[in-house]
């Protein structure tokens, strides 16, 4: 599971890669800087296994990871192949979450590639060329679906009418993820078609340092113009972000953000709510070996969670032992929560929650 930041050229993709991943990817002040996308593999921020690991004291502490791609800027008539259009498109098709970085900052000495800062209309850009794309896509599976639905096939008749709702939204500029469909209908026939405007998205405000934390008008703008978009936004100083990334000390960074009137950097926010956009949760095991989170599904079962960590745990799944969270902490060990009764023996329909601590009992 990946997430792909996307942008114009020049808004801050690169340099907000650089923050989350801290793999250099070559940053300049010209579009197109970044040709072949670039991928991160970034840990997420959990205060969870701090505490896990402080009552634990393991030998080594393992946190859940994601998957970031910064790829190539896109500019007007990329559906068209335009600029680096048809690569960017590729790339993005490929991912599973869209981070869109909007410019919401002035600076005369930063070319904007269409001369003036207005994040709506960058934005708007961006749409059009994913909304043209999909369109595309659209318009050959209908014409296809619609010969077979002549004959009476019953499957392609159902077919044919999500098609013709998306095909009337993508013309009216309205991105798939916005079309209100059956579940049946997104989940046979649209999601197959891996629409470009159908992936969740997150926008990410990039600011100057004064508006770290309040935003400004830039931002305001943004929050109307998506107000009926299922999407969150994200206030971030990129540039501020790249600075404090580049400090040695735990302290230092501390006391830079404070002075910034921030709580934890922009950054580890960002990184969360990625890992929220990919519907990914967390679990985790601890012992006197490691502390370790591992990344599912928001809905898997125990056995599912159980073949993350290998493939034989899931084929020969028998049990898994289970604790919450909040339990662990109360009482301050395994041994401890087995003794007030808190350790729950589950089966292979448990859903796992987010937070569980688990062992899974397997024979292969």
Same mark, same amino acid.
């Given at each position: ?158 077919? *044919? ?79 501020? *972000? ?123």
């Amino acid at each position: 599971m990946k997430a792909g930041i996307v942008g114009l050229p020049n808004v801050g993709k690169s340099t907000l890669f650089n923050c989350l991943s801290n793999a250099k990817a070559q940053s300049a002040n010209f579009p197109f800087c970044t040709i072949e996308p670039n991928i991160g593999v970034v840990n997420v921020p959990d205060k969870r296994l701090e505490k896990l690991e402080e009552l634990v004291n393991p030998e080594r502490v393992l946190p859940a990871t994601v998957e970031i791609v910064d790829i190539a800027g896109l500019v007007r008539g990329a559906s068209k192949g335009e600029g680096l259009g048809n690569q960017f498109l590729g790339n993005i098709r490929e991912t599973d979450a869209i981070i869109h970085v909007l410019r919401c900052f002035d600076n005369d000495n930063i070319i904007h590639v269409d001369t003036t800062v207005d994040p709506i209309r960058d934005k708007e850009t961006i749409d059009i060329e994913l909304q043209l794309k999909d369109l595309e896509t659209v318009d050959k599976k209908l014409e296809k679906v619609k010969r077979t639905a002549k004959t009476g096939n019953k499957e392609a008749q159902k077919e *044919e009418i999500a098609l013709t709702k998306v095909k009337k939204a993508l013309e009216a500029a309205i991105s798939v993820r916005a079309v209100e469909l059956t579940s049946e209908e997104r989940e046979d026939f649209i999601k197959p078609l891996q629409l470009l405007t159908d992936k969740p998205i997150l926008y990410v405000c990039n600011v100057d340092e004064a508006s770290a934390k309040d935003g400004n008008a830039y931002v305001e703008s943004v929050k109307k113009a998506i107000a009926n978009e299922d999407a969150e936004v994200i206030i971030l100083a990129v540039a501020t *972000e790249a600075d404090i990334t580049e400090l040695d000390s735990y302290e230092e960074r501390e006391m830079f953000l404070d002075d910034l009137g921030l709580d934890e950097a922009g950054a580890s926010k960002l990184i969360r709510a990625a890992y929220k956009l990919l519907n990914l949760q967390t679990y985790f095991t601890a012992g006197v070996k490691e502390v370790r989170a591992w990344t599912i599904l928001v809905g898997n079962t125990a056995p599912q969670a159980a073949g993350v960590i290998h493939t034989d745990f899931e084929k020969g799944f028998i049990r898994a032992e289970v604790m919450k969270y909040a339990d662990f902490v109360e009482y301050g060990s395994e041994a401890k929560v087995k003794e007030a009764g808190k350790l729950s023996i589950e089966g292979k329909e448990y859903v796992v929650q987010d937070g569980d601590v688990m062992h899974f009992r397997f024979n292969v």
